[in-house]
T-cell receptor, first 116, second 113 residues
Framework: DTGVSQNPRHKITKRGQNVTFRCDPI?????LYWYRQTLGQGPEFLTY??????LEKSRLLSDRFSAERPKGSFSTLEIQRTEQGDSAMYLC??????WGSGNTIYFGEGSWLTVV | TQLLEQSPQFLSIQEGENLTVYCNSS?????LQWYRQEPGEGPVLLVT?????EVKKLKRLTFQFGDARKDSSLHITAAQPGDTGLYLC?????????????FGQGTTLQVKP
């Protein structure tokens, strides 16, 4: 068990460029989450996948954001036409359990995005 | 909307001092979790409290869940510089069946040697 893996760990991009982050959850975890965290604040929920189905999206996820989990394993989060306000840490998390049964969520180390 | 309020938001203390961090809500949570996060890293789960009134100890850390399951506290005894970090409380959003977490805004702890 290698934990939740995210890459790249750091990305600096110019405003207006597109960026993509990848998340590899813990093997056989069917639940996958993306969160966004700004400095000194708690993470905020962005979106949730159960297997390959995207079942919930936060209103924080504007039209410029898209997430996929095509085969129910790894996931990607793409941000198009980046803005300075997108600068944050993007966290991926996974969980093996069904909701309501003592849900334990395991977080990756995050991907830092800086938009200049 | 369920919210979690943490206090204080920032705490700077000397090594050896004790401290308490609070996590409060007007909503009932089925469980609350405490995470510790170091700069540039993801949150790491410390403990999950499930039963109202529950107390859990993890070495010098003591976690308590309120009787009404609306609040929780984290007490650190004899803080050490290695305890420095961002402490986050989180609860499962009861309005969703996804198991997503609602986080407090965090408490940044600095322990000076």
């Amino acid at each position: 068990d290698t934990g939740v893996s995210q890459n790249p760990r750091h990305k600096i991009t110019k405003r207006g460029q597109n960026v993509t982050f990848r998340c590899d959850p813990i093997s056989e975890h069917n639940r996958l989450y993306w969160y966004r965290q700004t400095l000194g604040q708690g993470p905020e929920f962005l979106t949730y996948f159960q297997n390959e189905a995207q079942l919930e999206k936060s209103r924080l996820l504007s039209d410029r954001f898209s997430a996929e989990r095509p085969k129910g394993s790894f996931s990607t989060l793409e941000i198009q036409r980046t803005e300075q306000g997108d600068s944050a840490m993007y966290l991926c998390a996974s969980s093996p359990r069904e909701w309501g049964s003592g849900n334990t969520i395991y977080f990756g180390e995050g991907s830092w995005l800086t938009v200049v | 909307t369920q919210l979690l309020e943490q206090s204080p938001q920032f705490l700077s203390i000397q090594e050896g001092e004790n401290l308490t961090v609070y996590c409060n809500s007007s909503s009932v949570f089925s469980s609350l979790q405490w995470y510790r996060q170091e700069p540039g890293e993801g949150p790491v789960l410390l403990v999950t409290v499930v039963t109202g009134g529950e107390v859990k100890k993890l070495k010098r850390l003591t976690f308590q869940f309120g009787d009404a399951r609306k609040d929780s506290s984290l007490h650190i005894t004899a803080a050490q510089p290695g305890d420095t970090g961002l402490y986050l409380c989180a609860g499962v959003d009861g309005s969703s069946n996804t198991g997503k977490l609602i986080f407090g805004q965090g408490t940044t702890l600095q322990v000076k040697p």
